[in-house]
T-cell receptor, first 111, second 112 residues
Framework: EDQVTQSPEALRLQEGESSSLNCSYT??????LFWYRQDPGKGPEFLFT???AGEEKEKERLKATLTKKESFLHITAPKPEDSATYLC????????????FGSGTRLSIRP | NAGVTQTPKFQVLKTGQSMTLQCAQD?????MYWYRQDPGMGLRLIYY???????DKGEVPNGYNVSRLNKREFSLRLESAAPSQTSVYFC???????????FGEGSRLTVL
């Protein structure tokens, strides 16, 4: 069974304190791994797609990386406005169009 | 641009009542999805529709039915609501089932 596990559940950082969020996956043939950001009371918003091990994507203070077993979302010098829940999701070859999410990491950045 | 529109935004039901959550997208996307989100459990896939005319079960389909009415609309029906179905429901769409999903604002359902 395909599984996506995110850690930690919650992370509190000081403004400017860099860190990483983890998404580990066990799937039968990865087609793509995706990162989303979700603000309270809103629907998730797409950030990145990664397709193969070694691939990296960047957007402002965020950088996503992918290995054969996990993905990291690195946050460099975060600001309070980066506070949100970050979700990862996978799409596999065995289940066309079926996109499975992890439980998310709640990130809080203190000024 | 409207994107993905869900109705209603809030609903309170009594156990055993039925209701339908409506979802429409104006991006000409082929694939549509219904997820539920509960505290600490992330998004769980209920049903999805890879293309018009097809529907498939997700991770937690029990107690729900769906209808892909046309390319734009994908509805979720609770035939006999239970307190365990209290949740926030999100509809999403994507082009050809790729991972870039566009989400609605969510429908908060409480079953008493």
């Amino acid at each position: 069974e395909d599984q996506v596990t995110q850690s930690p559940e919650a992370l509190r950082l000081q403004e400017g304190e860099s860190s990483s969020l983890n998404c580990s996956y066990t799937v039968s043939g990865l087609r793509g791994l995706f990162w989303y950001r979700q603000d309270p009371g809103k629907g998730p918003e797409f950030l990145f797609t990664l397709y193969s091990a070694g691939e990296e994507k960047e957007k402002e203070r965020l950088k996503a990386t992918l290995t054969k077993k996990e993905s990291f979302l690195h946050i460099t010098a975060p600001k309070p406005e980066d506070s949100a829940t970050y979700l990862c999701a996978v799409l596999t070859y065995s289940s066309a169009s079926k996109i499975i999410f992890g439980s998310g990491t709640r990130l809080s950045i203190r000024p | 641009n409207a994107g993905v529109t869900q109705t209603p935004k809030f609903q309170v039901l009594k156990t055993g009542q039925s209701m339908t959550l409506q979802c429409a997208q104006d991006m000409n996307h082929n694939s549509m999805y219904w997820y539920r989100q509960d505290p600490g459990m992330g998004l769980r896939l209920i049903y999805y529709s890879a293309s018009e005319g097809t529907t498939d079960k997700g991770e937690v389909p029990n107690g729900y039915n769906v209808s892909r009415l046309n390319k734009r609309e994908f509805s979720l029906r609770l035939e006999s609501a239970a307190p365990s179905q209290t949740s926030v429901y999100f509809c999403a769409s994507s082009d050809r089932g790729q991972g870039e999903l566009f989400f609605g604002e969510g429908s908060r359902l409480t079953v008493l």
